[in-house]
């Protein structure tokens, strides 16, 4: 039995999130950056960003910007990467071409990877056979003459496959994974055929990029999705090719396959679900700590049990060894929870400069600052995320209010109500203070007193909903303040028209 090279456990920690950019930064993604950079910080290592784009058909520069910007809205600063540099630029793939081409001669040169010349259709009816006889696809190499002979046909192009080390026939050929959050994964390497390192276009392949570049790098724990295992051990195979090269700086890195997220219903996390991708969360009101937050509780648990946590209390407790390798599944009832723990305690200046962005339908310079971190303070009790924001303070804009015609009806079309409203119009404009919110409160509780025997619930209740169109939100006082002199007394007016038209 083969095993794989063991790791240095004593290197530096060094691990990367290494993301292609065809996408926005996907959840499962951004999970992962998260556990490497957790560890990163767990260990005092290095959390290093290389983008993977050797799929240059499908990666776009605007991808790339989507991940620099969600990683950062969360927190998940690099020390090393494509923007900020580092001592093995570049951290770009389509910018180490020459490094790649040069590790692939050395492969070729040793013998230890060959050219090969088949024809996509060639490999696709190969593949069509071995369905139709229901057996596994495995590459097979062409006998030697057969190979020169396509080598010499001018109309074949060629690309470079590694050769996978064989055993004698009936020997078996294995290969054994030790992850760290799985314990040992073995493989039959008899059912991975020699496979592809550097396109005829002189692009390499994922599994051969990633691993000149881990070692390169000096990646020491390679933490990812499972669903790279059966990835691995081609990896683990040119891990060993290299360093018997001696081209590898480093040995072999650690692997630690953390499970997948699922949807609510146990299928793979997808567009059909909603949103994907960690910015689509965000412009969905959901705020990038409380998101990060949940992201650590996918699939790990702190040892202390506390579930809302900053970033840096969870780096404390973070440890590989409480990875679940069951698949995490995305509960959005607990994301919409974190997300309303964060939002009422974050400081009101922040609130509302978060809150900006949400509330661009509205004036905003009608109220000074104080008023509007009033306002928020007022209506954010309930909300679950920022962009429940416009409907919780649509009535302290705009002169009208918008009544609903069963709440006019139960709370302001009854005499007592009709004389309440009465009292204020009268007697507000003159007595009370609306510059001064403390004396405002004083006042408004001398009369309401003064409407006995009409209970307190009986007085605040039609003038809530006179100046709000609601039963809850704001307290009165504080309500008055906001709105100021002018608005109340209009408001006041037109919930008493509409009620003597009634009567009327
Ligand atoms: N570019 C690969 C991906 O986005 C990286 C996988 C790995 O971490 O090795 O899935």
Not at 15 to 43: D, E, M, Q, W
Not at 53 to 75: F, M
Not at 150 to 156: L, Y
Not at 183 to 194: A, K, Q
Request: glycine share 4%; with cysteine; aromatic share 8%.
């Amino acid at each position: 039995m083969a095993d794989a090279v063991k790791p240095d456990v004593q290197a530096p920690v060094r691990v990367r999130i290494a993301p292609s950019p065809t996408g926005n930064l996907h959840v499962g993604t951004a999970r992962t950056a998260l556990f490497n950079y957790l560890f990163a910080k767990a260990c005092g290592g290095k959390f290093i960003l290389r983008i993977e784009d050797t799929d240059t058909e499908r990666s776009l520069a605007q991808y790339t910007q989507n991940i620099y910007d969600s990683l950062r809205a969360l927190g998940l600063s690099w020390d090393e990467g494509p923007d900020v540099g580092g001592e093995y630029a570049p951290y770009t793939q389509m910018e180490r071409l020459a490094i790649y081409q040069q590790w692939a001669d050395a492969l070729l040169k040793a013998d230890l990877a060959y050219y090969s010349y088949e024809t996509e259709a060639e490999l696709e009816s190969a593949r069509e056979a071995a369905k139709a006889a229901k057996t596994a696809y495995v590459y097979q190499a062409p006998s030697s003459e057969r190979l020169a002979e396509m080598a010499a046909d001018s109309s074949r192009t060629r690309s470079l496959r590694f050769r996978i080390p064989r055993t004698a026939p009936g020997e078996t050929n294995q290969l054994v994974l030790q992850d760290i959050i799985r314990g040992p994964i073995e493989f039959d390497l008899d059912l991975i055929g020699d496979f592809v390192i550097m396109k005829s276009n002189g692009v390499p392949t994922y599994n051969f990029a990633v691993v000149v570049d881990d070692a390169l790098m000096k990646i020491s724990h390679v933490i990812r999705g499972e669903d790279h295992i059966s990835n691995t051990p081609k990896q683990i195979l040119l891990h060993q090719a290299f360093a018997s090269l001696k081209l590898s700086p480093v040995a072999m890195p650690a692997f630690a396959h953390v499970g997948m997220i699922l949807s609510a219903d146990r299928s793979k996390l997808s567009k059909r679900h909603g949103a994907t991708a960690v910015s689509e969360f965000i412009q969905q009101g959901y705020l990038p700590e409380a998101f990060c937050n949940f992201l650590s509780l996918l699939g790990w648990s702190a040892p202390d049990g506390q579930e809302v946590a900053s970033l840096s209390h969870i780096a404390s407790q973070f440890s590989l060894e409480r990875i679940a390798h069951s698949p995490a599944i995305f509960d959005r009832e607990k994301l919409n929870w974190l997300n309303k723990q964060y939002i009422r305690q974050l400081p009101l200046a922040e609130l509302l400069e978060r809150s900006k962005p949400y509330l661009k339908d509205f004036d905003l310079t009608q109220y000074d600052n104080a008023r509007l971190e009033m306002i928020l303070d007022a209506v954010r009790e309930p909300i679950t995320t920022l962009a429940d924001l416009p409907e919780a303070v649509i009535y302290f804009f705009g002169e009208k209010v918008i009544y609903d015609a069963q709440l006019v009806g139960d709370v302001l079309m009854t005499a007592e109500a009709t004389q309440v409203l009465q009292a204020a119009l009268t007697s507000w404009a003159t007595r009370l203070d609306f510059t001064n919110p403390d004396a405002l409160a004083v006042e408004l509780k001398a009369f309401i007193a003064e409407q006995a025997p009409l209970k307190t619930k009986a007085v605040m209740w039609p003038l809530r909903v006179a100046l709000s169109g609601r039963t809850s939100g704001a307290d009165l006082s504080k309500l008055l303040y906001i709105l100021g002199k002018d608005r109340v007394m209009t408001r006041l007016e037109t919930a008493l028209t509409l009620v003597s038209a009634s009567f009327a």
